[in-house]
């Protein structure tokens, strides 16, 4: 950052580098660790924000601290979270995923036609939903990945079709007389347990292990910390990107399917500004724009802030204008946090990973070609 | 054939300019018409304020309809996809203008943002009617709902139902619009009239079901002794309808809605709502593109109307004047006799 970049000091002042090659130097594990620590105390100050919110509310309504109350606020938040974990892996690769609002309403209509227009039971009708999920993320991870295109332009483009698809299939009319049992899905108990906050919790449970436990995970991460150094070190960039793409449209298009579930109905317009709910929910938990961070957990308390926030604004009857206001101060002061706690708790203020790849190559290349990169 | 068509349009349109430029009293006449121009074909743009609801597609289905009685008449129908996206319906009619299409029919997202576009239209000599939201002030003729007098309608529901006294929330949809002011307006004018009615909640979920459903969940854990939920709009109602069903309310809660959506119409059928306050959609685009139409061609003058609302309930709803109102078509059209366009297709 401040002196010339020199083999002697490059295995301190790159953290990415350190990250993806943890058997170069002894040192790099303080600074994984402080990057933990970071993503740590991250989650930490956003679930004692969601505490103390909790506590404010429980004093201001008597609603808020009941079964019912927590029940729904589980389910409502369960849509975004299930999305914010799948654009949490995206973001964590230093990537964006502005589609996700817009297939998950693909997934819902098209789901819904299938049940309605196809005669196909409700299971087969959410796998249906699920893999065109998939399909519109194949989509965005091949644009990213083999067309080069910047994420955020690749999936914007993405945003558009996949809405206007949603308009052209349904011909803009919501898509109503899905099975009764299709309603399980969105509204139906487990017992005392909503069956939303039971997906959520499969869901939470399978990407936990994926970002903590998978090469994916640990590719996710290296990619995003720095690309040109993982693909140097013989991470299989390009898929590994597909694959996150893959997956944030795999979560989009099964949250699509439990909101259409909730209505009973495909509706075209859901999902508008749900991308900007999911990042904001990555962000709140902790995860870095500039990639390299971010974890399931982050984006679970990330969501629930959002939706106890909104949920409490409903119960003291708070103008709907004043929430987003409420939600967007959060989101400042969750980035002004992040990049505070970069300067001073991971040790430094990382530039976005594309002005380091010149710094970096130079600097890491002639290792590489000294022995073989340790396997990631 | 684009050319062509511009030249159609100067020649169509010239006669009008003085009338469409100085015209700011919501209605417009022209002295002299060119009778030469009375069966060139037209390109009349229709623009909802947003497409994605029921609503707006019996707009089309209105519009279509007029357009194939009068003849030569082509509906070009587009929308934006959120009503919220004020300024993606702004640069849609902008392209129209640019285009050049001979006549400009829309719902405006909103009371203000859409004045220079009307502004900008009328300038190019392209003759502007406002459907179902108009703007503020409303220079241009508008065919619309009376909102204020629907929305009265929906408080005296409520006290009937509700037999004089409980307390109601408001489900709407989007603050700062005029059909969603109105009504909310008219609600809270015509609860005045009933001192036993207390409004005790008030939120908007933007259009979107789920929200919907989730802010009436949050009304109802607030309210557990809530009475009675008016829902302003198709997903409004929707969601607001799912919530209390879900929470085992149906019959408990009088719900009374906006709007025919299939599932709404299924959800008065079944008792889970108790009426549906159903404007005339069908008409709005059929009475405009007649009145544009008759308007280029003839000189016919316009000024604003009131397409009227009905009040269905469970009831009513099978007798043939509400079906009609129900599932409008072109074949069983839902055009009261008093219609004063019926005329100028041979429907009177």
């Known amino acids: 950052m401040n002196d010339p970049p020199g083999p002697t000091k490059t295995s301190v002042t790159d953290a990415a580098t350190e990250d993806v090659r943890p058997a170069l130097a002894s040192r790099p594990w303080l600074l994984i660790w402080r990057r933990r620590l970071g993503e740590v105390v991250s989650q930490a100050t956003a679930l004692g924000a969601l505490i103390v919110i909790g506590a404010v509310l429980t004093v201001l309504s008597p609603h808020f601290l009941t079964y019912v109350n927590l029940s729904e606020l589980v389910v409502d938040a369960a849509v975004t979270a299930i999305v914010a974990v799948g654009e949490t892996l995206v973001i964590l690769t230093a990537g964006i995923d502005l589609s996700v609002g817009s297939v998950a309403a693909l997934a819902g209509v098209v789901g819904a036609q299938f049940m309605v227009d196809l005669k196909l039971p409700w299971p087969v009708a959410v796998l249906g939903g699920v893999l065109l999920g998939a399909l519109a993320g194949f989509v965005n991870g091949g644009l990213v990945s083999w067309v080069k295109l910047p994420p955020f332009i690749a999936t914007l483009g993405m945003m558009g079709v996949a809405r206007g698809v949603t308009f052209l299939v349904t011909g803009a009319v919501a898509v109503y ?49 720095n690309q040109e150094a993982s693909r140097l070190t013989g991470v299989p960039v390009g898929s590994s990107l597909v694959l996150v793409y893959v997956l944030a449209g795999v979560l989009a298009g099964f949250a699509g399917m439990i909101a259409a579930s909730r209505v009973e109905s495909g509706q075209p317009n859901f999902g508008i500004g749900l991308e900007l709910d999911a990042i904001a929910a990555a962000v709140i938990g902790g995860a870095s724009l500039f990639g390299g961070q971010g974890t399931v957990a982050g984006a679970i308390i990330g969501t629930f802030l959002i939706e106890e926030i909104r949920d409490g604004s409903v119960l003291l009857n708070i103008n709907t204008y004043a929430q987003d206001v409420i939600i967007g101060v959060v989101v400042w002061v969750a980035v002004a946090w992040d990049y505070w706690r970069r300067r001073h708790i991971t040790g430094r203020a990382r530039a976005p990973v594309v002005a380091e790849i010149p710094q970096t190559s130079s600097a890491v290349t002639p290792p590489v070609h000294g022995g073989p990169g340790p396997r990631t | 054939m684009k050319r062509a068509s511009l030249r159609l349009l100067a020649a169509a349109t010239v006669p009008l300019l003085g009338v469409a430029a100085c015209s700011t009293s919501g209605s417009s006449s022209t002295s002299s018409s060119s009778s030469s121009s009375s069966s060139k074909s037209l390109t009349l743009a229709v623009v909802p304020k947003a497409i994605g609801f029921d609503y707006w597609t019996h707009v089309e289905a209105g519009a279509k309809c007029a357009a194939s009685k009068l003849g030569g008449v082509t509906i070009d129908w587009n929308g934006v996809s959120a009503e919220t996206d004020v300024t993606g319906q702004v640069s849609l009619l902008n392209g129209y203008i640019d285009r050049g299409v001979n006549g400009l029919i829309y719902a405006a997202t909103d009371i203000k943002a859409l004045l220079p576009v009307t502004a900008r239209a009328q300038a190019a000599r392209i003759p502007v009617y406002n459907i179902d939201s108009g703007t503020t002030p409303q220079q241009v003729p508008l065919f619309a709902t009376d909102n204020l007098k629907g929305a009265h309608d929906v408080a005296s529901l409520m006290n009937t139902y509700l037999h004089g006294h409980g307390n109601v929330a408001i489900v709407e949809f989007q603050p700062g619009t005029m059909t969603d002011n109105q009504r909310k307006q008219g609600f809270v004018q015509g609860l005045a009239a009933y001192p036993g009615l207390h409004l005790v909640a008030d939120q908007a979920d933007g259009s979107d079901a789920s929200r919907a459903l989730s802010v009436t969940n949050d009304i109802l854990t607030a309210h557990p002794n809530l009475n009675g939920i008016f829902g302003s709009n198709e997903p409004s109602v929707i969601g607001a309808a799912q919530a209390v069903k879900q929470r085992h309310l149906s019959g408990k809660i009088v719900m009374v809605g906006w709007d025919a959506a299939p599932d709404e119409i299924a959800a008065l059928r079944s008792g889970e709502i108790s009426a549906l306050i159903v404007q005339n959609p069908f008409r709005m685009g059929f009475d405009s593109v007649i009145a544009m139409t008759e308007h280029i061609r003839k000189g016919v003058s316009v000024s604003n109307e009131d397409t009227g609302v009905y009040v269905v309930t469970r009831q009513n709803m099978n007798q043939p004047a509400y079906s009609a109102i129900l599932s409008p078509s072109c074949a069983n059209p839902p055009l009261p006799s008093s219609d004063p366009w019926l005329k100028y297709v041979g429907m009177s």
């Open chain 1, 177 to 225: 007389g899905v099975p009764a049992g299709f309603a399980v899905l969105g509204l139906g108990y487990a017992g005392p347990i909503p069956v939303p906050a039971i997906c959520l919790i499969v869901v939470i449970v399978i990407f936990g292990v994926v970002f903590m436990w998978t090469k994916l995970g640990r590719h996710a991460r290296a990619i995003g910390s």
